[in-house]
């Protein structure tokens, strides 16, 4: 007796489950600063510091051994605050003189204007 399935089975794969979270910066500065601080002064170690100041170890640990990383460094920017702002309001005046900004013609302005601060051309 061969046995028949009306519908077919899908096995769908189990979704990760991160149970901890995104631990990505869930500190503040003055934190970590305190934290770096007691444990470069060996007043508590990392492990205590880190408990103390809801800091990871590994984070305590790495900017003591390299002091020249940045507590809240981000990403380099490649523009300017002044450069940033001159171009999204050039393309509010776009807008308002019924320019159309599409996705791919905003890409391209931005484009252009980037190519032109890397060589030097604009400040």
């Known amino acids: 007796m061969a ?3 009306e519908r077919p089975i899908y096995f769908w ?3 990760f489950d991160n149970k ?3 631990k990505r910066c869930n500190y503040k ?4 600063k305190k934290a ?5 002064n060996h007043e508590m170690s990392s492990a205590t510091a880190a408990k103390a100041f809801d800091v990871p170890e590994s984070t305590i640990r790495k900017h003591k ?12 920017r490649f ?4 450069q940033e702002e001159y171009l999204a309001v050039l393309f509010r ?7 159309r900004l599409t996705k791919d013609m905003v890409l391209k302005i931005a484009g252009e204007y980037m190519s032109l601060v890397r060589q030097g051309r604009l400040d």
């Open 93 to 99: 005046q776009l807008e308002t003189i019924g320019a």
């Open 36 to 40: 770096i601080k007691a444990y470069k």
């Open 13 to 15: 794969p189990k979704l």
């Open 3 to 5: 046995i028949t399935l």
């Open 65 to 76: 051994s390299n002091p020249v990383l940045n507590i809240g460094g981000d990403r380099p």
């Open 29 to 32: 500065k003055e934190n970590l």
């Open 79 to 82: 523009l300017t605050d002044h």
């Open 20 to 22: 901890m979270g995104n």
